[in-house]
């Protein structure tokens, strides 16, 4: 069927194709435009307008709710059907990276910034992002069931927790300190005097799980398995040298700009982005050689001022879960056993380095300050990953042999 709506996917499908987009992705969002164009044809919708987008946007919700569809998709078909409404209102569209309208009330937005600049006073923006991620989700699950803050009661806040259990596969630790963040905020402000220390309170204290780091025979294999032939490998190399050779996270490793690298003194020089502290880093000899050859040899030619950049079109910084990306398909290549939520992530390489720096001696205080943590607590942590510093400090049990009874 020829219709207008079918004509303005295919419009949106070719500017993607003319500008490069990667051939998988332009598969997904011709799987995104024919959701669209099913949508308009099912409602008898001649023709796009803002009313008939927010009309699917409201079905997709729908879905949504219904667990048919999961939000990453539906911020993606949001995107995907305003830049069909652009492309039929001008004849073209500028692909960009577009944000989802907030689906919270005027209310519960003005609520949400209030609270992110308050907890914006004892913590740190990556601690921050959470619990407003959290507050979000909370706000938005009372409009959905028609409730309020000013009457928000024990058993809102309990089905909301049930709800949110299956998205969170690795634990809930984070949504329940977030809201009771959040309620302690709300009691501040006189919006509630409910109180839900008393519900989200633990039975005992929290377990901390101690996730692994590599092995030194792990790590070499994972480094000899990466092909440094192509451009997808040579990134994928410098990435990986930088953090064994840095212990940097991936977020700032994504976000390191080529400005930040000083060649002539062999320095890297960042602002952390989970804690805005500043932190200057050696540049060694094999990450060094390993991003030269990546900027020289793999990193198509951009304007974006980040060294790690996107191989297809549009050439922008790396988003998203690439960390788990890369050590996905390495780790396979590499023949290092993994399975979901092992910890062998990307993360894991930092934590190698933490243990290493432990192992060889170096004082928490000096390992803190070499990974960028603002507290020693945080490098505590590496010393039960230490496993040979552990062993030296057993006591042997010889000495406190049983000994034997005799018959009475």
């Known amino acids: 069927m020829n219709d207008e709506a079918s004509e303005v996917a ?28 099913w949508f308009c044809r099912s409602r008898g919708i001649d023709r796009l307008t803002e009313r008939a987008v927010e009309e699917f946007l409201a079905a997709m919700d729908d879905r949504m709710r219904r667990g048919e569809i999961r939000s990453v998709l539906r911020s993606n078909l949001e995107k995907t059907a305003r830049m069909m409404l652009e492309f039929q209102q001008t004849g073209a569209v500028v692909w960009k990276r577009r ?10 937005t003005v609520v949400l910034r209030d609270f992110a600049e308050y907890e914006q006073k004892d913590l740190v923006t990556g601690s921050v992002r959470v619990v407003v991620a959290e507050a979000r989700g909370f706000i938005s699950y009372l409009e959905r069931v028609g409730r309020s803050l000013e009457s928000v009661s024990v058993d809102d806040v309990g089905a909301f927790l049930v ?24 009691n501040h402000q006189g919006v509630t005097d409910l109180k839900v220390d008393a519900l989200l309170a633990r039975v ?6 101690a996730l692994p780091c590599f092995t030194l025979e792990e790590t070499g294999r994972i480094v000899a398995a990466i092909e440094t032939e192509t451009p997808h490998g040579k990134r994928d190399y410098a990435m990986v040298r930088l953090a064994l050779s840095t ?6 490793i994504v976000s390191l700009r080529l400005d930040e690298i000083d060649w002539h003194r062999d320095e890297i020089r960042v602002v952390q982005n989970k804690t ?3 932190l200057t880093l050696p540049l060694s000899a094999e990450a060094g050689y390993a991003i030269a050859d990546w900027l020289l040899q793999g990193r198509p030619d951009c304007s974006a001022p980040e060294i790690f950049v996107r191989l297809y079109a549009p050439f922008t910084k790396l988003t998203g879960p690439t960390g788990a990306l890369i050590m996905g398909r390495w780790l396979d290549e590499a023949g290092v056993s993994h399975r979901a939520y092992d910890g062998k992530t990307f993360h894991a390489l930092r934590r190698t380095i933490g243990t290493r720096l432990i192992e060889s001696g170096a004082e928490l205080a000096l390992t803190a300050q070499l990974l960028g943590h603002a507290s020693v607590d945080s ?19 010889d000495s406190f042999a049983p000994a034997k009874e005799g018959p009475r």
């Open 276 to 278: 805005l502290a500043p």
């Open 247 to 252: 212990g940097l996270r991936c977020c700032d």
């Open 204 to 209: 005992g204290p929290r377990r901390t799980r």
């Open 10 to 37: 295919e419009g949106v499908l070719a500017e993607a194709t003319r500008i490069g987009l990667a051939p998988g992705s332009i598969r997904y969002y011709r799987s995104c435009c024919r959701t669209v164009v």
């Open 163 to 186: 709800e949110a259990r299956p998205r969170h596969a690795s634990g809930m630790g984070n949504t329940v300190w977030a809201i009771k963040r959040f309620f302690q905020f709300l």
């Open 379 to 397: 490098s505590r942590r590496y010393i039960a990953l230490a496993d040979e510093s552990l062993r030296d400090c057993a006591l042997p049990l």
């Open 99 to 108: 944000r989802s309208k907030s689906s919270l009330s005027a209310s519960g």
